[in-house]
């Protein structure tokens, strides 16, 4: 009989503080993700289900150990009382967990009659707001059903961290849950950089959230990859900036309901990782139908209120475009925000606008910006306060799917024209989520279809972005067809090649298939191991693998490495990159040389502190000052 197993994790984040007493530590993290450390196990034959709560005091839900039903052994967890579809029972994860580390949860669930449930992730951010999200939808059947292996994580800023069961208000039981620590992967670096490949041509780019900093081979990939450009997946959209609370609360003390409040708090992780590292930033996204919360277009912003008149609306707009572009760059003065999809998916694909209606809290495709205005005059309006407001060197874009297809085509093209007659667009971004489907004659569209799209968009003299490509296969298809995807994207690509003239960035929806959007249709060049699929192989072949060259200076009488190639300074886990994984294997030299032992390569690029008296902490901290800006070059004089 498995008993309960419960502990916290080691350290697993190093910062650019570190210090030669957190060596130990950091070696032991890494050893124990490499073995996958269990942080806690239990199928509840011991009858503790301590570990458990409900989700507060509004919560019925009632949590104990039973022997009613097991998915293995005889007992299992009981959640009874449940009055609501959200009561259910919680575990949190950041009193026994650490930030910045991915976690696999695992579990099985079956209802009382009839399992109807989901696993959900809940956190609050800096500001005390509660975010929530559905890890796992559908957990239905008669039976008990299997979650395994879904990946959580979180970061320094979050706290109140929960993964929790949820749907219906049915009895629950759950048996054998575990949070085990994620093994580390290592990525190719053997393969050409994407970004470098095509530097001559156009910013490459990926779309990243909070969870993925957790991941070192997926924020590996990034570094390689993708670091031309981030656009941040959800948290700089409407519903995660307007801060319902703080809105409300100015109404109650200012009588005034036009000037929104919003906050960046949800965004600020990956908003640091990409000032920390100098990365562009596509802002994603102001006007937009979808993940704009309904009560922002409600008198008083209340939920039930009545819809506001334009006239109001309009008010609310600009202040509200005013307070993100100021909030933003008050924020974060030295990040590059070069772009923003100012509208997004205002037209259907009758090349109409959008029916009005709500969103609801499920999500429609009705627009409540249609529901104010009528129609989709309000698009001009919020490219004249974008203009207005945006930060120098930010170029302003109509960003929208199936931009391929005629009657949405020409709408946007029309749009377009009329805007950059008046000065306030300067692009258009086409998402470019297709379909590769089963063969080349099945895709949708077909790259004679893709490249026609940008033939007409190029016409209008305005910059292009492809903004959130990717491209799907049959469902949970294996590698079955991953030719048939390459080929896909070869000829996506080449288009995309032939137009490079009038196209400024390339951003990929998404790192590797298993966390994208369309997991199960596997619609990117990296699998969910982390490997290069053989569309990578085909967007990049017969392009050569080049490194930057090395910063090189005169060796010194005093060196003891001997005659050595050209170093590339401060690279002491020879990657042929500098990062603070070279500060770790710096201080774990330094810390035990005879078990960390360097080669006489990674020596030489490592001496960078007073250059020829050997290794030790103050190149550590060379090249802690050379990542954080302090100083400018390697070695340290």
Same mark, same amino acid.
């Given at each position: 009989?498995?008993?309960?197993?419960?502990?916290?994790?080691?350290?697993?984040?190093?910062?650019?503080?570190?210090?030669?007493?957190?060596?130990?530590?950091?070696?032991?993290?890494?050893?124990?993700? /490499?073995?996958? @450390? =269990?942080?806690? &196990?239990?199928?509840?034959?011991?009858? %503790? #289900?301590?570990?458990?709560?409900?989700? *507060?005091?509004?919560?019925?839900?009632?949590?104990?150990?039973?022997?009613?039903?097991?998915?293995?052994?005889?007992?299992?967890?009981?959640?009874?009382?449940?009055?609501?579809?959200?009561?259910?029972?919680?575990?949190?994860?950041?009193?026994?967990?650490?930030?910045?580390?991915?976690?696999?949860?695992?579990?099985?669930?079956?209802?009382?009659?009839?399992?109807?449930?989901?696993?959900?992730?809940?956190?609050?951010?800096?500001?005390?707001?509660?975010?929530?999200?559905?890890?796992?939808?559908?957990?239905?059947?008669?039976?008990?059903? /299997?979650?395994? @292996? =879904?990946?959580? &994580?979180?970061?320094?800023?979050?706290? %109140? #961290?929960?993964?929790?069961?949820?749907? *219906?208000?049915?009895?629950?039981?759950?048996?054998?849950?575990?949070?085990?620590?994620?093994?580390?992967?290592?990525?190719?670096?053997?393969?050409?950089?994407?970004?470098?490949?095509?530097?001559?041509?156009?910013?490459?780019?990926?779309?990243?959230?909070?969870?993925?900093?957790?991941?070192?081979?997926?924020?590996?990939?990034?570094?390689?990859?993708?670091?031309?450009?981030?656009?941040?997946?959800?948290?700089?959209?409407?519903?995660?900036?307007?801060?319902?609370?703080?809105?409300?609360?100015?109404?109650?003390?200012?009588?005034?309901?036009?000037?929104?409040?919003?906050?960046? &708090?949800?965004?600020?992780?990956?908003?640091?990782?990409?000032?920390?590292?100098?990365?562009?930033?596509?802002?994603?996204?102001?006007?937009?139908?979808?993940?704009?919360?309904?009560?922002?277009?409600?008198?008083?912003?209340?939920?039930?209120?009545?819809?506001?008149?334009?006239?109001?609306?309009?008010?609310?707009?600009?202040?509200?475009?005013?307070?993100?572009?100021?909030?933003?760059?008050?924020?974060?003065?030295?990040?590059?925000?070069?772009?923003?999809?100012?509208?997004?998916?205002?037209?259907?694909?009758?090349?109409?606008?959008?029916?009005?209606?709500?969103?609801?809290?499920?999500?429609?495709?009705?627009?409540?910006?249609?529901?104010?205005?009528?129609?989709? &005059?309000?698009?001009?309006?919020?490219?004249?306060?974008?203009?207005?407001?945006?930060?120098?060197?930010?170029?302003?874009?109509?960003?929208?799917?199936?931009?391929?297809?005629?009657?949405?085509?020409?709408?946007?093209?029309?749009?377009?024209?009329?805007?950059?007659?008046?000065?306030?667009?300067?692009?258009?971004?086409?998402?470019?989520?297709?379909?590769?489907?089963?063969?080349?004659?099945?895709?949708?569209?077909?790259?004679?279809?893709?490249?026609?799209?940008?033939?007409?968009?190029?016409?209008?003299?305005?910059?292009?972005?492809?903004?959130?490509?990717?491209?799907?296969?049959?469902?949970?298809?294996?590698?079955?067809?991953?030719?048939?995807?390459?080929?896909?994207?070869?000829?996506?690509?080449?288009?995309?090649?032939?137009?490079?003239?009038?196209?400024?960035?390339?951003?990929?929806?998404?790192?590797?298939?298993?966390?994208?959007?369309?997991?199960?249709?596997?619609?990117?060049?990296?699998?969910?191991?982390?490997?290069?699929?053989?569309?990578?192989?085909?967007?990049?072949?017969?392009?050569?693998?080049?490194?930057?060259?090395?910063?090189?200076?005169?060796?010194?009488?005093?060196?003891?490495?001997?005659?050595?190639?050209?170093?590339?300074?401060?690279?002491?886990?020879?990657?042929?990159?500098?990062?603070?994984?070279?500060?770790?294997?710096?201080?774990?030299?330094?810390?035990?040389?005879?078990?960390?032992?360097?080669?006489?390569?990674?020596?030489?690029?490592?001496?960078?502190?007073?250059?020829?008296?050997?290794?030790?902490?103050?190149?550590?901290?060379?090249?802690?000052?050379?990542?954080?800006?302090?100083?400018?070059?390697?070695?340290?004089?």
């Amino acid at each position: 009989m498995r008993g309960l197993f419960f502990r916290r994790a080691g350290s697993g984040i190093i910062g650019l503080s570190l210090l030669a007493a957190a060596v130990p530590t950091i070696s032991m993290a890494e050893e124990s993700a /490499s073995q996958g @450390n =269990v942080i806690y &196990s239990s199928d509840f034959e011991d009858g %503790d #289900v301590s570990a458990f709560t409900n989700r *507060g005091e509004n919560d019925t839900t009632e949590l104990s150990a039973s022997t009613e039903a097991a998915a293995s052994g005889t007992t299992s967890l009981l959640a009874s009382g449940r009055s609501k579809e959200w009561n259910g029972p919680a575990f949190r994860l950041d009193v026994v967990c650490e930030p910045y580390t991915e976690y696999y949860v695992s579990a099985k669930i079956k209802g009382r009659y009839y399992t109807n449930a989901m696993l959900s992730f809940q956190y609050n951010d800096a500001d005390g707001v509660t975010h929530y999200s559905n890890l796992v939808q559908n957990l239905s059947g008669s039976d008990w059903m /299997s979650v395994e @292996n =879904v990946k959580v &994580s979180f970061t320094e800023d979050m706290t %109140d #961290v929960y993964v929790y069961f949820e749907g *219906g208000t049915d009895d629950i039981f759950i048996d054998d849950f575990s949070v085990v620590e994620v093994p580390t992967v290592e990525i190719e670096k053997d393969i050409v950089s994407l970004k470098d490949a095509f530097a001559n041509d156009f910013k490459i780019g990926t779309a990243i959230t909070p969870s993925d900093l957790s991941s070192k081979p997926t924020m590996d990939l990034v570094e390689k990859h993708f670091s031309g450009s981030i656009t941040v997946g959800n948290e700089m959209k409407p519903d995660s900036v307007l801060n319902h609370d703080a809105c409300l609360a100015y109404v109650e003390e200012t009588g005034d309901d036009t000037v929104p409040q919003i906050s960046f &708090s949800a965004a600020k992780p990956v908003l640091n990782y990409c000032q920390k590292n100098n990365i562009p930033v596509r802002v994603h996204t102001l006007v937009w139908h979808s993940q704009t919360p309904d009560w922002f277009f409600k008198e008083g912003y209340a939920t039930d209120g009545e819809w506001v008149s334009s006239e109001k609306m309009l008010k609310r707009m600009e202040n509200y475009i005013k307070a993100y572009f100021e909030t933003l760059t008050e924020l974060y003065p030295d990040v590059d925000f070069y772009a923003c999809d100012v509208v997004n998916e205002a037209w259907t694909e009758s090349g109409t606008p959008r029916d009005p209606g709500e969103q609801g809290s499920s999500g429609s495709a009705k627009s409540a910006w249609v529901q104010v205005f009528g129609d989709n &005059s309000f698009i001009e309006p919020a490219f004249t306060y974008a203009r207005k407001y945006a930060p120098e060197g930010c170029k302003l874009y109509y960003n929208d799917y199936n931009e391929y297809m005629d009657g949405k085509m020409n709408a946007i093209v029309a749009m377009a024209e009329d805007l950059k007659a008046k000065g306030l667009i300067d692009g258009i971004g086409m998402q470019s989520h297709l379909d590769a489907r089963q063969s080349l004659d099945a895709a949708f569209p077909s790259v004679n279809m893709y490249n026609r799209a940008l033939d007409t968009y190029a016409a209008t003299g305005l910059d292009i972005q492809i903004t959130e490509l990717d491209a799907t296969i049959p469902e949970n298809s294996g590698d079955q067809y991953y030719d048939v995807q390459a080929d896909y994207y070869k000829g996506i690509w080449d288009s995309i090649l032939a137009h490079k003239d009038n196209i400024s960035a390339v951003v990929l929806w998404g790192i590797a298939d298993d966390a994208s959007w369309r997991a199960s249709q596997q619609p990117l060049l990296f699998g969910g191991d982390y490997m290069a699929k053989p569309a990578f192989y085909a967007i990049t072949d017969g392009i050569e693998v080049t490194t930057k060259e090395p910063t090189t200076v005169p060796k010194t009488e005093t060196t003891t490495i001997g005659d050595l190639p050209d170093v590339l300074f401060g690279d002491a886990d020879c990657n042929e990159s500098v990062n603070v994984n070279d500060v770790v294997v710096i201080m774990c030299y330094t810390a035990d040389p005879d078990n960390n032992k360097l080669s006489a390569e990674a020596m030489n690029n490592a001496d960078v502190f007073n250059r020829g008296d050997g290794v030790n902490s103050s190149d550590a901290v060379a090249v802690q000052k050379y990542l954080a800006k302090l100083i400018n070059a390697l070695p340290e004089v």
